[in-house]
């Protein structure tokens, strides 16, 4: 099954396309170097306010940015503590889990992300690829897929849904 996750929007940085993404390593240059240093900005700031929920959130879309995913998951989880329903932040911990491959987790997350805002596309849609291409659950994958093209047919995750759920092998 093909198929990649899809990230929320995220207000530290530009905003994604709601299309399925994937992460492309940081090449060097002037990007990964601002990048680098907004890393060590934000580590510097939190050293001085370590209850900066922001800059927790911050400081996490700038690690998964990096592919650092298991420290940027200390950072989303830190910030979901005080705000456990963001559906955003918890569809990130979750991709950011299941980039460290951590799968059941980042189902967990996927499903928290759903059961707070049943009409999070991405956390459907997410939920489907780690469902179906990691823990080889197909018919879990059809269901969070099937919420996909109901609610948002006309999506790029809806077209990459029906690309993927004819590969789907029923019984497995």
Do not use: C
Not at 24 to 53: F, K, M, T, V, Y
Not at 102 to 107: D, I, K, Q, S, T
Not at 114 to 140: C, F, K, M, S
Request: glycine share 6%; proline share 9%.
């Amino acid at each position: 099954v093909q198929g990649q996750l899809a990230g929320a929007s995220k207000p530290a940085s530009p905003p994604a396309a709601p299309s399925p993404f994937s992460l492309a390593a940081p090449q060097g240059g002037p990007g990964q170097l601002a990048l680098s240093q907004s890393i060590q900005q934000l580590r510097d700031h939190l050293d001085h306010a370590p209850e900066d929920l922001e800059a927790h959130l911050q400081l996490g879309n700038a690690l998964f940015d990096s592919e650092s995913f298991t420290e940027a998951a200390v950072h989303y989880r830190l910030f979901l503590e005080q705000h456990p329903e963001n559906p955003d932040v918890r569809t990130d911990l979750g991709t950011a889990l299941h980039r460290s491959g951590l799968n059941e987790e980042a189902v967990r997350e996927f499903r928290k992300a759903v059961e707070y805002a049943p009409r999070h596309l991405n956390a459907h849609y997410n939920l489907g690829v780690v469902l179906a291409n990691e823990l080889h659950d197909q018919a879990g994958a059809a269901q969070a897929w099937k919420q996909v093209l109901e609610l948002a047919p006309d999506s790029p995750q809806a077209t990459q849904v029906r690309l993927s759920m004819p590969q789907l092998q029923p019984g497995r």
